[in-house]
């Protein structure tokens, strides 16, 4: 069982940065994929980011360039730095394991908010 917690959200400014983390038990966090997801009020949850065991990055196309994920193995801890923020950045933010290395995320965080004002 693998338990993540995010932190970090809060209200910004459009054009501003924030960065967000995500701290995760075990000792086989190495070994996991991590992902970023997102929800914005009223719509479905979507891909952000992920980062692979060898530190490969993938980013939705509205992102790149603007966000960059990371993680510290050493401190069971994965981030996502995001600048240039848009109010259409709003939203809930979650990170996500995949064990298996297989695209399927086994183990989800319960989200931290964040909030871009126009």
């Known amino acids: 069982q693998v338990q993540l917690v995010e932190s970090g959200g809060g209200l910004v400014q459009a054009g501003g940065s924030l960065t967000l983390s995500c701290a995760a038990s075990?000792?086989?966090?190495?070994?996991?994929?991590m992902g970023w997801f997102r929800q914005a009020p009223g719509k479905e949850r979507e891909f952000v980011a992920d980062?692979?065991?060898?530190?490969?990055?993938y980013y939705r196309e509205s992102v790149k360039g603007r966000f960059t994920i990371s993680r510290d193995n050493a401190k069971n801890t994965v981030y996502l730095q995001m600048s240039s923020l848009k109010p259409e950045d709003t939203a809930d933010y979650y990170c996500?394991?995949?064990?298996?290395?297989?695209?399927?995320?086994?183990?989800w965080g319960r989200g931290t908010q964040v909030t871009v004002s126009s």
């Open positions: 980062i692979g065991t060898g530190g490969s990055t």
């Open positions: 075990g000792r086989t966090f190495s070994l996991y994929a």
């Open positions: 996500a394991a995949d064990r298996d290395y297989n695209g399927k995320y086994n183990y």
